[in-house]
Each structure stands twice: as C-alpha cells, then as structure tokens.
C-alpha cells in the first residue's frame, strides 16, 4: 500500500500512531513492509492456504463472533444432501466434468432450492451441449456478472441457528478447513507456524463486539487463476470474525488506476452493461423478461432490475423504447461465451477480429503475455490508438521487440495505425470513481494542446458521423445506431460535448427532471436512467461528484466531499454495524443504528437500509424485491438479504476457496490430489506454451508487482524525467542465496526465461528478497517490477512478456502474480538468437511442439 | 532602477547603514529576493482537479497563468489526501507538459515504414469509414442455428482506466449500438 | 533574527525529518523539482541504475535539493521485535538475521552557523527573516567557495549552469504563508514544517513515545543548539546512527572561527567590500 498508494497509506500511519498493529502478507519486502509491525513472506500464490489456515484457526478455537454469524450470514443454512466438498473428492468439488474443464453446479444450492426452474435457463454457466461454436475456449462469462449483488437463488434456506446440523454450511466450513493446520500453512506458504499464529490471535483478538479488523487487498491477490477465490477466502474469514458493514473493517481493494471503479461501474467490459446488468446471452436472453427474469432475484433489491434495464434502455433508445417493443431490448447485441481481452487477441491472432482501438491503454507491456498481444495487432486491417505519448502499442510495427528477432518485418505488417493525441486529466471536464467509490469530478484547467482531445470528443464525434453515414440507411441492423440518442450540447473552439450533460443522462430523469435517487426508477418507461446505482449523482440538477466542502468542515465520515455510490453510502451494508435488534454492537463501533423515538435509522453516513423499516420487521408470504427482506437481514442486495460464507451459486470454480497451486508452480500441492484449479482457463498456440510443474528447467518462482516511481506500463510515467531518473531502468530483485546459486552480480545483468521468452534485466540483489523453505525444498523467488518497455526515458524489456495467458474462469483475469523462469547472469542474445534460446528452453523441458 | 536605488540595494551599502552588521542577512537580501512570492499567487486562475494517476483519489489544484498550467499540487481541502500527493501526482505537471507529448495525429499506412501526418478530420472520417466497413463484414445476425445475436466481432476496444465516466459511458453506449462486444479495460488486467 | 536585521523578523522557521515514518516514496524529492523547476537528471549518464537499493539519486546536489536514502540493514532476530521493524520471513532459529529497510528524506539543514554563507564572497547566499539559508542566483557568480564549506556536502554548482543551487526551504512559498513544496507532499508527514522552537519540543515528544514503545535506537540529529553547526534548521529523528544514513556523525562549521576574525578586522571591511564589488560587478557582465 505504501508502495503503490502512498497517500492513503497516510492513514494507515494514523491508525499505527493510535495504537493499531499493521501487519503486510506480501511474497516481496515492500516500502510497506518496512512501516508494518510483521512481514509475512508468503510464496507468491499460496494466499489461499495462508487464508484458509486463519479461517481453521478461527472455527478451530470457537473464535467467531457467534452472534453476527448466526444472524447475518448463511452459516446455518442446509445443504443438499448430494453436495460433495473438496474434503470428500481429493480437490474437487461434485459436478465436475472432466471431459469440459466444468462444473455443474447444481449441488451445491440449499436443500429445498428448485435447482433448475426450466432446463438450461437457471444455470451460471453455459452447458456443454449449448455452447456457440467456434470460441477457442468457450467459458462462458455468467459468473462475473454478479458485481453488484451476488447470484441469485430463487429460495430462502432451510436454517439450523444452532450451527450444528451437519450439513449446514457452519459445519461444511469447519469440515472443508479442518486440514488447513498451522503445519499446512508452513509447508505451503514458507511461514513459519509461530508468525501464522501471531497473525492469528492478533486478528481474532481485534475482532468483535468492540474491535475490527480490515483487510486491504490489491492485485496481488487477483492476479491469480482461482483470483475470485482469494477475496472469497477474505470474505469469509471477514464474517466469521463480524468485520463486514463496520466502521475500521471491510475487504478493501485499492485499484489501481484513477477511475479503475468507475470503468467497471460505467463498464468498459464485454459481460456488463452500467450498474452491473448483466450483458444478455444469445442462449438464455431471447427477451427483456427472460433477462430480468433471470437474472434478478426475486427478493432483495435485484428484484427491482427490470427497473433498471428499462431504465437504461429509455436513456439509449429514448422515444423509440416503448412497452410494445420490449424496450429495445432485441437492439443489444448478444454474447455467446467469453469476450473478454485475451479471448480478443486469439480472435485477433486467427483473423476475426480486424479492427482495434486502445484509448489510454498498453497491452504490448502491461497486459500477460506480451508478444502475443503484438503478433495479434501486427494481424489487424486497423488499429487506433489515442494516447498522451508514443507508447510501445503504436510503434510495436517499427521498433517492437519481435522486429529485432526477425519474427515481424515492418513492410510485412498490414496493420493500418492511427495515432490520435488525447487530452490530459486538465485538459477536459468528467468524473473518476475512485476506490471507496466516490465520484469526483475534475474541472477543465486549459485547452488541449494541437489537434489533442478528450476521449468523451472522439467517441460523440465519431458516434456522431457514423449516425450521420447510416442516417438513410435501411438495413434492420444500423436500427440501434440510427436510433441511438446522441444529441449532447458541445461547445468551445474543438466542439467538445458537455460533459455534465453525459453526467445528467448518466444519473437519469423521470417526468419531474433530474432523478434524486435508484429507489425512483420504474419499469414503465416514464424514467430513463443511464447507470442506476449512479441516479442521485445529479439529484437537484447539480453535480454532486464537483460537492467539495473541505474535510477541515466536516465530520469524518465526510458526505458533502463528492458523490459514493450508491446514495452517497460511505460503507457499505453499514446495517451490520447494529445487532439485529438496530442497537450498536458497541459504543465504541458505532455507526448506524434503529432510532425507536424517530422510527428510523441514523447514522453520520447514509444508512444502507430502507429508512424506516424496523428491526423487526417480518416479511409477508410471497413478498418481492426489498420487501422480501427482513428488519435484520441487512445484505440487502444478496436474494436472501444473508452474506455468503458458502456460495450456492454464482461461481464457476467451486462454493469454498480451497488452495490450488498456481498454473506453474514449482511444487505439488499437499491438500489434494488436485494440483491447480480444475476450473482454469487454458488457452494454447505456440507462443502461449506453459512451463511444466516443478520443472528443473525453469526451476524458480517469479512474481511482478510495481513501484512508487512509475505507473503501470509506463505510458504515463516512463516519458517523464522527475519519475524516469527516480528508477531508471528495469531490474530484477533476487536474495543474496540465489545469486551465489546462479553466479548474478549486485549491479550486473540477468537473463530471465519461460517458455514464452526471455528478457534482460539489472540486478538487484537483496537481503529484502529471502528463500523459503516449502515442500521441504529452498524456494526461490524472483521479483520483477513490470513497469518497462523500449519507449520513453527510463526503458528496459517488460517482465509481462514472461507470463503465460492462463485465467480466472469467473473474471478471465491473467496469473500474473505466480509463474516459474530460469534466471542466469548475462545479457539476453539479439536477433534471431532470442527466440532460438527460448526454443532450447522448450526442447529440455519438453514442451516444443506443444499445443497447450 | 536608478544608480541610487542600486546603491542602496547594494548589499555592502545597506550592511553599512543597517541593522545587519554581518552583512549576512537583510542587507544581503537582493531585490528580486524581495519581490519573491510563490508563483501561485500570480495564477489567473485556480482549478479543482483529481490526481489520474491511482485511485486513492488525491484532490489537485491546478494553477493557470496565461492559458498554461503553472503548477499543480495537493489540494488540502480534500479528506482523502489532505493536501498530500505521492511522486507521480507530484509529477503530473509534467504528464501535462512532457516535451514527448504528441500534439498532431500520425497516420502509419499498411505496410508502411514511416510515421505520416493526417489532419484530425481526414483521420476522423477514415477511421468512421473503417468502422463502418468492418461492422458490414464482420456482423452475425444469428448462430448457425437461427438464434440472434446482433453483433460483430469484428471490433475490438481497450480501455485504459483513467478514463471519465463518461467517457466510459460513451463508448459502451456507441459500442453496444454498433453491436462490438468485445469491449473491454484495464479493469480486467 | 534581530542580527540578521529585518525590521519584521520572523520565527525561525525549519524542517523536522522524522525518518520513522518515512516510506521512501520519493514525493519530497519530485514535489521539490517541480515546485523549484530543478532540472532533471540531464543526460544518460545520469540515467543510471545505482544500486543503492531504491536510491537512485545518489546524493543532495545542484539539482537533488531533496534525496531519499534507503539503508537495508540485516538486524539479528532477536532484537527485530524491538525495533518497531520487520523481520523478513520468520526465522524459526532466534540467531537468524532479519532486515530492516530504513529511509529518510535529506535536506539541506539550514545551519545556525552556516559555512556557505559565511564564506560566499558575494552576497549571493543571506539569511532570510526566517532565519533560513538561501541562495540568490541573481547574485551568485559561481564562485563555487560555498561548495567545500558546506559541513554536509550540500551545495553544489550545477555544471550547465555554473551557479550554486540548494534548498531554499520555499522562501517563495513561505513567505506568502505556504508550507514548503516538499512538506505539503509528503503523505505521512514524515517532513514537518514549521517554527522551529516547535518542532523541536514535537521531535523531542516523539522520540520519547517512540522509546516508549521499545525503539530505543530512535534518537535525534541536528536538534541540539550546542552542536558544531549551532544546531539545524533542519533537523530529524534518526532509527541508527547518522553514518548509516551518510549524515556526519559530528558536523562543524568550517568557518567557525570566522565570526571572530571578522570583527577584528574592523577598519578592513571596506577592504572587503571592494572584493565584493568586483565580484558582484562580475555577476552582473
């Protein structure tokens, strides 16, 4: 955190001075380790193990707070008796087939859940026999698109609040983590069971009634292929512990990236439409009812998502979405599997997809794998890139690495490049949705410089002449275009769109104006909305992502500085911070609470609950939407108003977290016959090979991560001088064993290789960087920030060229944080000799020729 | 200034006839030392921004002297930073005036091997062109067993995530129409 | 400073580096750069990878007026709890070593007594209301004296230039009520600013808390008004000794028997003064 978010880490330094233990998990020695009370050196892709041995220590030693489990998880809930644990088949989980690489996931619902209303429809994953043809890997993108509120189950669960029926989900957890011992967790993790068990009773002593306990993530615990299953692991330990919808609790994420919330809010990604709706499915969505139907739960506030869809459909059709034509809703197009970014380069790579833009993104140097993303747009007809300076993605056609291989020639590349120079964050008007998920807006300072505009200019004016093209067309297909509502106010000497007035769209209006609130949506049209947990953003017609009363004048909860989603909600399900009975589980974490005199909650924040429904409040039979929730169940956007320590639904991957080795790991793993996760998502070809398990050939850990200094894959940091002399080149961090094991000098050069290919880099080497002994065995780790490529001030060759495409199959994200290399000193060979090194490599482990 | 004025800004002089008998301090003080001030104070105008870098959210003021920017630095009326910015936020003047920075379009030809100039409204005309194009090639109206699909896969989009909102609006809703699903971001990487 | 002879004297104003909380981030040094457009590093020479840790500006200089230092230190596992400092990993035998990873940022110290002043032929350097050491580049011939006087090896000539440069604590800044461009940046406060009677009781508060918690190697460095320097302006709590962060243990002014020298010369400054013109004379060409 003090690596990558200094600023907030300020407050981390606050707690520490007021008497807070801060302890960083972190295979690498950070600037973060440095200012922690302890520094756990886990291996790089054993967080599940080390997780999972904190939730056996808690359930092991009746140190749960007992009284927030009960009330408000899914603890007691019954599960079918045909249910099987990883505990029962050596790593998986029932419903596994092997031939498809998938889960069934029909047995792990509640006893009593109808498991499937209508054949094919209820399902989170596309079945075998209904997959469109033609994907390369055809997982399909269900899981994920549950962002804002978990799966759905069509049926409240049978609950045993004595915990102790045997197959409630208390006793299935206790089962299922019964072998993560202390013992297990050191022969995994590399740590010894003294440190594990100083971090276990520190945790479990600052949880409870009185105290809480956060955890703060970032992609080191994503950057995984079972990534959904680490925050999955959090979850859990996190309720077991009553640390959800507190003050100084929480799983906090700290994104990377100025408005990284705010892309996945307002997605720019395949399976979402804004606010989490999910993209429909050619298989399951013939019409808006089967998609609302579908997808929203009955009870809970997802009930209300027809609302929310229609909504969005009026902001997009306006006058042309009407009830009888189902809203539009036939002009979305439909998906058939994953289209997500590496399913895009292989459709790059075998000629189907022709045509790319980038806008403000790297994927030559940040994205895993990074040859492939270059040979996939050396293949394109066109490729637009905007950017603020020539990054390694417009110019991969002149000077990227495989030009010097010989693997490309520029005169061969068909790819046609536009380069459009973009606008700086001072040079346009809009909103970021930061981590906690404020909106703040960021006011124009001055005009772009040349022919540089903002990314809002490009897309309205070339929405704009596309309309204008397809204006008399009557091809059934431009409908959607030629119908789109389109008319922004733009203004100034570059015709650039009001921003503000996206922003009001964004927030949506009804017959009355502005809208103030979600709760204010209907299903009948009257109301258009373009992203419903944004509506209020823009209450009052003012924007209230600009609101900036100083923090100076405020309490510390800080309302009037921005805009959270939704409501303005600082924290989030903030209704478990009361007992069931609306009373604060203490004075000393008092947050929100059931004012009787008032007949309503109060809080310094926004509660996150309806207003005035009583603590005891029961809901009537057959009862919808929020409504269907009672005055204690305050997960309010979850079916069945419960947080989930098991998940019935809703994941492809298995109900628990359970630990799996990375893809490439250079040990076996001791809980299971399963080596990896079963569920993976593997892709092939010949510059997608994988190293092969506990191979001597590439026989060490690596894992990248990045520094204060730069930014991502550089392209806003590399090009200027004060960050590029503060760390002037790519460099590699290996421990003093490791050194003297491979012959590196302090200062020297190294060469790095996968099967992928081979880089060079500096050496640093460190006592910071330390062997662990796992599996018996000295591990040794390289570190390798990612930051670097040819172009800019500060170069080197990009440590993502290294990794392997292989995913998370809920969210199809890369495991960029664990993966095995050779590493010997010297530098790298030029030319055609590069690639012929990789190939030895390849030969001596085996995998030449390879396909997967 | 007059000789007299540069007598008596004369160091020697004024450590002389001073209070500053050492000569080290006041009477060493040069006039442009007087009139030194923070430039900020000249700005002709002061703008609320937010740091693009991550996603802490740091509050920025931008100074602007003569259409240009003067300085940014931490705004301390924000409760998140309090006025704090970390090397790259500090840097972010930079970001805006980097000397690399490209201000034209460049336009690189199929097999092209050098970079050529475009004006923004050609390149904005092709590019539609291509759209469009592409669009018509590439478009599925169903499965092969009849079952709609309205798309094209043809067309492919990357984000970066200092994007704005509605900037990120735009695009899904122009994207969504044209019917392009493979639109993705930095979120998923 | 009635002896500096300003008709509105100010507090002493200074820095308080507290290096216990420092995180190394660099925010100082580039907060610093762009407040007091300090060049960059100018050519690939200087582009290059120290391996001194994360440090990769080397030292203060003409055009480093902030450097973060970054110590890595094995420490032996049995006093790793003590330190308020991590061990990496965990050693199961309690003869293992540990590492810590010290940083702090460095600053010039704005001496009571300051050599660079007291030998600066031509008035470039003076003493500011705030008690504070600058240099005026309107003045300055590059004479480069100031650069061996400085106890610290702060000041140095900027070689495109050919003039002397240094921290100037913001005077600019400070002057219009702004806390210096460093201090405002930094994320954790490490470096305070403020009047420096103030800062020294803070520090001294500090410290003590610190060896209340069991970090008995914290202690302080340039506070002392009695040191060879007269005490910093700047000064900072330290977690080891000075030498290990590449301060000088036990720093003098090397012009401390000047002040004296100066007064016996009486009737010779006029002398002086005629050097001074010369050189001042030789600024202006």
Redesign the interface.
């Known amino acids: 955190m003090?690596e990558?978010?200094?600023?907030?880490?300020?407050w981390v330094?606050e707690a520490k001075n007021r008497g807070a233990k801060i302890i960083?998990v972190d295979p690498r020695?950070t600037?973060?380790?440095?200012?922690?009370?302890?520094?756990?050196?886990l291996r790089a892709g054993s967080d599940i193990a080390f997780l999972g041995g904190l939730i056996n220590y808690v359930l092991g030693n009746g140190k749960e707070f007992r009284d927030y489990v009960v009330a408000y998880t899914n603890a007691g809930a019954i599960l079918r008796e045909d249910y099987a644990d990883a505990e029962d088949l050596d790593g998986l989980f029932s419903g596994f087939d092997p031939q498809t690489g998938r889960y069934d996931v029909t047995t792990w619902a509640y006893e009593g859940a109808d498991p499937a209303p209508a054949a094919g429809e209820r399902e989170l994953w596309v079945h075998p026999d209904e997959e469109?043809?033609g994907e390369h890997h055809g997982r399909s993108a269900r899981a994920e698109s549950y962002g804002s509120g978990g799966a759905t189950v069509h049926a409240k669960p049978i609950i045993d609040e004595t915990l102790e029926h045997p197959r409630c989900v208390f006793q299935v957890l206790k089962r299922h983590y019964a072998r993560y011992t202390p013992e297990a967790v050191a022969d995994i993790c590399?740590?010894?069971t003294?440190?594990f068990l100083d971090v276990a009773e520190a945790i479990t002593a600052n949880s409870g009634r009185r105290r809480t306990t956060a955890w703060v993530y970032s992609v080191g615990w994503t950057h995984h292929t079972v990534g959904v299953q680490y925050i999955r692991a959090a979850s859990i330990l996190q309720l077991l512990l009553g640390n959800i919808g507190r003050p100084g609790g929480g799983i906090l994420a700290?994104?990377?990236?100025?408005?990284?919330?705010?892309?996945?809010?307002?997605?720019?990604?395949?399976n979402i439409?804004?606010g989490y709706i999910p993209?429909p499915h050619?298989?399951q969505h013939?019409d808006l009812d089967m998609h609302v139907g579908l997808d929203a739960g009955a009870t809970g506030f997802w009930g209300n998502m027809r609302s929310y869809t229609v909504s969005l459909l009026k902001a997009?059709w306006g006058e042309h979405a009407t009830e009888d034509n189902d809203f539009r809703f036939?002009?979305?197009?439909?998906?058939?599997g994953d289209?997500?970014?590496y399913?895009?380069v292989y459709?790059?790579l075998s000629g189907?997809?022709?045509?790319?833009?980038?806008?403000?993104?790297?994927?030559a140097v940040?994205?895993a794998n990074g040859k492939l993303q270059r040979l996939g747009m050396a293949n394109l007809?066109?490729l637009?890139v905007r950017?603020?300076?020539?990054i390694e993605s417009?110019t991969f056609?002149?000077d990227g690495p495989e030009i010097d291989t010989g693997e490309l020639a520029?005169?061969?590349?068909?790819?046609?490049?536009?380069?459009?120079?973009a606008a700086?964050?001072?040079?346009?008007d809009?909103?970021?949705?930061?981590?906690?998920r404020?909106?703040?807006?960021?006011?124009?300072?001055?005009?772009p410089?040349?022919?540089?505009?903002?990314?809002?200019w490009f897309?309205?004016?070339?929405?704009r002449?596309?309309k204008q093209?397809?204006r008399d067309s009557t091809d059934p297909?431009d409908r959607?275009?030629r119908e789109?509502t389109w008319s922004y106010p733009a203004h100034g000497p570059t015709d650039e769109p009001d921003?503000e007035s996206?922003?009001a769209?964004?927030n949506g209006s009804g017959p009355d104006g502005p809208l103030s609130a979600y709760t204010e949506l209907t299903d009948d049209g009257s109301t258009s909305c373009?992203?419903w947990i944004?509506c209020g953003v823009y209450a009052g017609g003012q924007n209230h992502a600009?609101d900036?009363v100083?923090?100076?004048e405020?309490d510390w909860v800080?309302a009037r500085?921005?805009w959270a989603w939704p409501a303005n909600r600082r924290i989030l399900y903030n209704r478990a911070s009361a007992d069931p009975d609306g009373r604060p589980w203490s004075e000393r974490k008092r947050y929100v609470w059931w004012d009787a005199e008032k007949a309503k909650w109060v809080s310094p924040d926004v509660p996150d609950f309806e207003a005035t429904k009583p603590p005891d409040y029961v809901p009537p039979e057959n009862a919808q939407a929020e409504d269907a929730l009672a005055g204690n169940d305050p997960f309010i956007m979850q079916t069945d108003g419960k947080a989930w320590l098991f998940a019935p639904a809703g994941l492809t991957d298995g109900p628990l977290p359970t630990h799996y080795e990375p893809h490439e790991s250079p040990v076996d793993n001791p809980l299971y016959a399963q080596q990896a996760s079963p569920a993976r998502q593997l892709f092939g070809g010949e510059h997608n090979r994988y190293n092969p398990v506990g191979s001597e050939v590439y026989p060490y850990a690596f894992t990248t991560y990045r520094?204060?200094?730069?930014?991502?894959a550089g392209?806003?940091?590399r090009?200027?001088?004060?960050?590029?002399?503060?760390?002037?080149?790519f460099?590699c961090e290996v421990s003093p064993a490791l050194a003297e094991e491979t012959g590196l000098e302090?200062?020297g050069w190294a060469t790095i290789i996968s099967a992928r290919t081979a880089i060079e880099a500096?050496v640093?080497v460190?006592?910071?960087m330390?062997p662990?002994r796992v599996r018996g065995r000295t591990i040794h780790q390289v570190g390798l920030p990612y930051h670097w490529g040819p172009n800019?001030?500060?170069t080197g060759d990009s440590a993502n060229d290294l990794l392997s495409v292989v995913l998370d199959p809920n969210?199809?994200?890369?495991e960029a944080k664990a993966a095995t290399c050779d590493i010997r000193p010297g530098r790298r060979p030029r030319g055609g000799a590069l690639p012929e090194l990789v190939r030895e490599y390849q030969r001596r482990a085996g995998i030449e020729g390879s396909e997967t | 200034m007059g000789i007299r004025q540069w007598v008596e800004g004369w160091p020697v002089y004024r450590q002389l006839t001073g209070a500053d008998r050492l000569g080290l301090g006041a009477a060493a003080q040069s006039e442009r030392s007087r009139q030194w001030h923070a430039r900020t104070e000249d700005a002709d105008?002061v703008?609320?921004?937010?740091?693009?870098?991550?996603?802490?959210?740091?509050?920025?003021r931008?100074y602007?002297k003569d259409?240009?920017?003067s300085q940014?630095e931490g705004d301390?009326?924000?409760?998140?930073?309090?006025g704090?910015?970390?090397?790259?936020?500090?840097?972010?003047k930079?970001?805006?005036t980097?000397p690399?920075?490209?201000?034209?379009?460049?336009?690189?030809?199929?097999?092209g091997?050098?970079?050529e100039s475009?004006s923004?409204d050609a390149?904005?005309?092709?590019?539609?062109d291509?759209?469009?194009a592409?669009r018509r090639?590439?478009?599925e109206?169903t499965?092969?067993n009849g079952?709609?699909?309205?798309?094209?896969?043809?067309?492919?989009?990357?984000?970066?995530?200092?994007?704005?909102?509605?900037?990120?609006?735009?695009?899904?809703?122009?994207?969504?129409?044209?019917?392009?699903?493979?639109?993705?971001?930095?979120?998923?990487? | 400073m009635s002896e500096s002879g300003y008709a509105d004297a100010q507090p002493r104003m200074g820095f308080f580096t507290d290096t216990s909380?420092c995180?190394?981030?660099?925010?100082c040094?580039?907060a610093c750069?762009?407040w007091n457009l300090v060049p960059?590093?100018g050519d690939a020479s200087?582009?290059?990878?120290l391996?001194l840790?994360?440090d990769?500006?080397g030292d203060l200089g003409a055009n480093s007026w902030r450097h973060v230092a970054f110590v890595?230190q094995?420490v032996p596992a049995s006093r790793v709890d003590n330190l308020?400092?991590?061990?990496?990993?965990?050693?199961?035998q309690e003869d293992e070593?540990g590492?810590?990873?010290?940083?702090s940022s460095d600053v010039c110290k704005h001496c009571t007594h300051a050599a660079c002043l007291d030998v600066c032929p031509t008035g470039a350097l003076f003493r500011t209301e705030f008690d504070t050491v600058v240099v005026q580049p309107d003045i300055c011939n590059g004479c480069g004296y100031c650069v061996p006087a400085c106890p610290y090896g702060v000041i140095e000539k900027r070689e495109e230039d050919g003039r002397a440069f240094k921290c100037t604590l913001c005077y600019d800044r400070i002057g219009d009520g702004l806390e210096p461009a460093c201090a405002q940046a930094c994320?954790?406060?490490s470096i305070q600013y403020g009047e420096l009677d103030e800062l020294r009781e803070r520090a001294e508060l500090r410290k003590q808390a610190l060896h209340d918690d069991g970090v008995t190697e914290a202690r302080l460095y340039g506070d002392d008004p009695d040191d060879g320097v007269g005490g910093d302006g700047a000064f900072f709590l330290l977690l080891d000794e000075p030498e290990a962060y590449g301060l000088p243990p036990d720093p003098v002014v090397t012009t401390r028997d000047l002040p004296a020298m100066w007064r016996r010369a009486g009737a010779a400054a006029l002398g002086v003064a005629a050097a001074v013109v010369a050189s001042f004379a030789g600024a202006r060409r």
């Open positions: 003090a990558c978010h200094p600023v907030g880490f300020q330094m960083h020695f600037r973060t380790s440095a200012l922690a009370h302890e520094h756990v050196a469109h043809g590399g740590v010894s003294r440190q700290l994104r990377g990236h100025a408005s990284i919330q705010g892309s996945t809010d307002i997605p720019t990604l395949f439409l804004p993209m050619a298989h013939l997009w036939d002009h979305l197009p439909r998906l058939t289209h997500g970014t399913q895009t459709n790059q189907k997809c022709k045509g790319y833009f980038l806008v403000g993104e790297n994927p940040g994205s007809d066109w637009v950017d603020l300076q020539l417009a056609w002149r520029t005169e061969e590349i068909g790819t046609e490049v536009f380069f459009l120079p700086s964050h001072v040079e346009k809009g909103s970021f949705t930061n981590t906690q404020l909106l703040q807006w960021h006011h124009k300072a001055i005009e410089p040349g022919d540089s505009r903002s990314d809002l897309y309205y004016h070339l929405g002449i596309i093209r397809l297909r959607p275009v789109l921003a996206v922003l769209e964004i373009g992203c944004y600009a900036r100083p923090g100076s405020q800080a500085w921005a520094l204060t200094e730069h930014h991502t392209g806003m940091s090009a200027l001088p004060y960050l590029s002399e503060l760390q002037p080149e460099f302090h200062g500096r640093l460190t006592e910071r330390k662990l800019g001030l500060s969210v199809h994200i890369q | 105008d703008v609320r921004s937010v740091c693009p870098y991550c996603a802490v959210g740091c509050g920025q931008v602007v259409g240009a920017v940014i301390p009326d924000s409760p998140i930073s309090r704090r910015l970390c090397p790259k936020g500090a840097a972010s930079q970001l805006v980097s690399s920075r490209v201000h034209n379009v460049l336009y690189r030809r199929p097999y091997t050098e970079w475009l923004l390149a904005m005309d092709m590019i539609a291509r759209v469009i592409t090639e590439t478009w109206d499965d092969e079952v709609r699909l309205n798309r094209t896969e043809g067309i492919a989009s990357l984000g970066g995530a200092t994007l704005d909102n509605e900037e990120n609006y735009l695009m899904k809703k122009l994207y969504t129409a044209l019917g392009a699903v493979q639109i993705e971001n930095q979120a998923r990487i | 909380v995180i190394g981030c660099k925010a040094e580039v750069k762009e960059a590093a200087d582009m290059d990878l391996g840790s994360y990769n500006t890595e094995q308020g400092m991590p061990a990496i990993g965990a050693p199961e070593a590492v810590r990873w010290l940083m994320p954790t406060d």
